[in-house]
T-cell receptor
Framework: QVQLQQGGAGLLKPSETLSLTCVLS????????WTWIRQSPGVGLEWIGE???????IYNPSLKSRVTLSVDSSKNQFSVRLTSVTAADTAVYYC???????????????WGRGTTVIV | DIVMTQSPATLSLSPGEGATLSCRAS??????LAWYQQTPGQAPRLLIY???TRATGIPARFSGSGSGTEFTLTITRPQSEDFAVYYC?????????FGQGTKVEIK
């Protein structure tokens, strides 16, 4: 059974860097895309970006200048870094597996439990 | 970005009364639409993908339809565990975008 276990710091000061990791168990990073999504009361669900097992990334243009996704296949995990955080980055951050029948068309079928980040 | 608009914002139902949730895309997304269910304190759960295909383990009382810009999620005879918030999401283009959600509550 595929599961995603999230970890990382939940309390940050403005201008600090958010860093979260998602560890995959019960499966492999290969063959899928891996995404980060955040949720806040004011904005709702916001897609941050996705990465594949080789490290190819696609980012939300609204965050592109501050966000970096990475993958570590040896540890079966992927990560997100968001620099220069402000109160507007306060949200629950989710990692998820993106799955699709055709390249470029991916929906999220497995989600982590979420990490609350407060700035 | 593709804007996803859901209606209504809140749907109040009596137990066993059917529910119809709507989702509209600002441009055509073919059938590249997913529906998710979220209960308090939990992550979203995939219900439907491809506009009408139920995800693994999802009961048959959930059904999706639509294509292009208009989509519907129907819950036939909702059970107590179905009272939750439902989100639609398009995956036709990047960045992926979500609707603001429809809260289904007990009347």
């Amino acid at each position: 059974q595929v599961q995603l276990q999230q970890g990382g710091a939940g309390l940050l000061k403005p201008s600090e860097t958010l860093s979260l990791t998602c560890v995959l168990s019960g499966g492999s990073l290969s063959g899928y895309h891996w995404t980060w999504i955040r949720q806040s009361p004011g904005v709702g669900l916001e897609w941050i970006g996705e990465i594949d097992h080789s490290g190819s990334t696609i980012y939300n243009p609204s965050l592109k200048s501050r966000v970096t996704l990475s993958v570590d296949s040896s540890k079966n995990q992927f990560s997100v870094r968001l620099t220069s955080v402000t109160a507007a980055d306060t949200a629950v951050y989710y990692c998820a597996r993106a799955l699709g029948l055709a390249w470029g068309y991916y929906y999220m079928d497995v989600w982590g439990r979420g990490t609350t980040v407060i700035v | 970005d593709i804007v996803m608009t859901q209606s209504p914002a809140t749907l109040s139902l009596s137990p066993g009364e059917g529910a119809t949730l709507s989702c509209r895309a600002s441009q055509s997304i073919s059938t590249n639409l997913a529906w998710y269910q979220q209960t308090p304190g939990q992550a979203p759960r995939l219900l439907i993908y491809g506009a009408s295909t139920r995800a693994t383990g999802i009961p048959a009382r959930f059904s999706g339809s639509g294509s292009g810009t208009e989509f519907t999620l129907t819950i036939t005879r909702p059970q107590s565990e179905d009272f939750a918030v439902y989100y639609c999401q398009q995956y036709n283009r990047w960045p992926r975008t979500f609707g603001q959600g429809t809260k289904v509550e007990i009347k």
